[in-house]
């Protein structure tokens, strides 16, 4: 990525457009055949040009209904994939947290799944090593850490797969639905968590349907609709604007 | 491509946990872990020796050992060319989810089957050592068929890992597009068994075919990577065989098999480059086949 010349926990996008190409029927080689030349992908637009600048320490909480091409920004920042048109430039490094645990193994212990997806998320073992102590105290998982996954509960599972996640340190964390997890004292956990983060001046980009969640830990929100931005600013302002879109009051005339 | 080789670099550390989960995945949850892997094969050579040894009556001393030798690096071509295939369709999730080097996905399978590979040849080789010093102490009789070139092994799996991750670069990306592509890869594995020196020599060859004709189809014949590595790995390992059926011994390792060797190494590195350019131009595209 050429995010050498940013500062870090910078992002800037200018253009940004993604088209996604869906083959119809794709995955056989009988279609490809029967198809032949004549076919035409089918082309999904998720994004439509997007300009968006966010500085260090931002905390920017993105809206909008389901395909306004929230995820798929996400994913473009997490360097998931690339954008079919535009720039787009972060600055240091990006934990993508679109799911907790992304590389998990049912058959491996815990403390074997956090080094593999500790290090999926970009620390080295080392710093794995350092940190085994706290993730596994923040996880509250003392006691199974060394049986194999497939004995947790799902709970334990997204609180292990969370904790690695607040403890790798990259500059910007982008984070899909998955801010509070677990019970509501985990979930407390989690938010005061994020606080430390945001106070350490790491930059996060996530997208929540939880309005309180939102209010809560956004600093700034950002409404996309039909993958472009909609409206921009402080929080309380954006939310309710939506929250009356949504609502079916007729924002404007 | 440069660039991309050196952004691997950094990441070895995740490759060498990956390469690690999956043999830990493979080897854990059975009893015999490691051992079970070695059953398979031993199968096969067990049966192949009962058809050759006593129905066919082609007899050679010691003929399962040539068959197994042979196996080794076949299973690691067949089974790391399988692995890899559907390696990206495994990490499908992973991959949508995640931002490493793509590339790290085959390769972490075929690093793996290579390690397994190294410890199923090594006991092998304590195998042969230990049953021809069984067999002496026995019967009286010095058959020791390992050969002091077995050192030089290293050189025949370097080609095969070079050929196995070329060939796992092109079919990995094929297979996440089209699932088909794993059913004929299969099937093709099948096919090319048989067309390498596993469970015959390749002398054999010449021998039905005397002349210049033979000698044109031997050359065709080594031109395949996996028959010449196959065969320099037999011949560096054991020593010239009587062949079945025929009064014929198989040749040492020669200047012609280290020639053949040469080919093989030239022909499977530029396989390997062709394959991670391949690979290195799609591989931002991958996680968008959900």
Redesign the interface.
């Known amino acids: 990525m050429a995010g050498s010349e940013l500062r870090n926990g910078v992002i800037e996008a200018r253009g940004l457009h993604k088209i ?2 869906l083959p119809f029927q ?5 279609a ?1 055949v029967i198809s032949g030349a004549n076919r035409k992908p089918e082309v999904v637009h998720a994004l439509r040009g997007v300009d968006l600048t966010v500085a260090a320490g931002e905390a920017v909480a993105l809206l909008g209904r389901n395909g306004s091409g929230k995820s798929t920004l996400l ?1 473009l920042v ?5 954008p079919t048109e535009g720039d787009l430039t972060v600055g240091g490094r ?1 934990a ?1 947290l ?2 907790l645990g ?2 998990f ?1 049912p ?2 212990t815990g403390v ?1 799944n956090i ?2 997806n500790g ?3 970009g620390l ?2 080392k710093q794995v090593a350092e940190r085994l102590d706290a993730i596994i105290e923040f996880a509250e998982l003392r006691e199974k850490i060394g049986v194999p996954l497939r004995t947790y509960s799902s709970g334990m599972q997204t609180r292990l797969g969370f904790s690695v996640a607040v403890h790798t340190d990259a500059d910007i964390l982008v984070v899909d639905e998955v801010l509070a997890v677990g019970d509501e004292a985990f979930q407390e956990k989690c938010f005061a968590r994020i606080e430390e983060l945001k106070r350490s001046g790491r930059t996060i980009l996530f997208v929540s349907h939880e309005m309180t969640d939102v209010l809560r830990v956004a600093t700034r929100v950002v409404w996309l609709k039909d993958g472009r931005v909609h409206m921009d600013g402080a929080p309380e302002p954006v939310v309710q604007r939506y929250l009356e879109e949504a609502h079916g009051q007729p924002a404007a005339p | 491509m440069v660039s991309e080789f050196k952004d691997l670099l950094k990441y070895r ?2 490759l ?3 390469v690690v ?1 999956d043999l ?2 493979r080897y ?2 059975s009893v015999l872990g490691f051992g079970w892997s070695l059953l398979n094969p031993l199968v096969q050579v067990l049966v192949i020796t009962v058809v050759f040894k006593f129905l066919m009556r082609g007899g050679t001393a010691n003929y399962s050992a040539y068959v197994f030798c042979a196996m080794l690096p076949w299973l690691f071509f067949s089974v790391g060319t399988m692995d890899a295939a559907n390696s990206l369709v495994m990490y499908r ?8 080097p793509r590339e790290l996905i085959p390769l972490a399978y075929v690093v793996a089957n290579l390690i397994h590979f190294t410890l199923s040849t090594l006991v092998f080789l304590v195998y042969m050592a230990v049953g021809s010093i069984v067999w002496w102490r026995v019967t009286g009789i010095w058959d020791f068929a390992l050969q002091p070139t077995v050192l030089l092994l290293p050189i025949p799996m370097f080609g095969m890992l070079l050929l196995v991750a070329g060939v796992s670069f092109f079919v990995s990306v094929w297979t996440l ?5 794993l059913y004929l890869t299969d099937s093709l594995l099948k096919v090319l068994m048989w067309l390498a020196p596993v469970m015959y020599f390749p002398e054999v060859l010449r021998e039905r075919m005397p002349g210049l004709r033979g000698e044109l189809v031997y050359f065709l014949y080594m031109l395949d990577p996996l028959a010449s590595f196959i065969t320099a790995f037999r011949k560096l390992t054991l020593a010239p065989a009587k062949m079945p059926g025929s009064e014929l011994i198989t040749q040492p390792m020669g200047g012609e098999e280290w020639f053949y060797l040469g080919i093989g190494i030239l022909t499977s590195g530029t396989l390997a480059m062709a394959g991670y350019c391949f690979f290195c131009k799609r591989k ?2 991958l ?2 086949r959900a």
């Open positions: 996604f190409e794709y995955g056989t080689l009988k490809l994913s997490g360097h998931i994939y690339e990006v993508p679109l799911e992304a590389g193994h058959d491996l074997e080094e593999l290090v999926i998320l080295t073992r | 550390e995740l060498t946990i990956l989960r830990k995945v854990k949850n999730e992973v991959m949508r989810k995640t931002s490493f597009y089209y699932t088909d592509v931002w595209k996680a968008e």
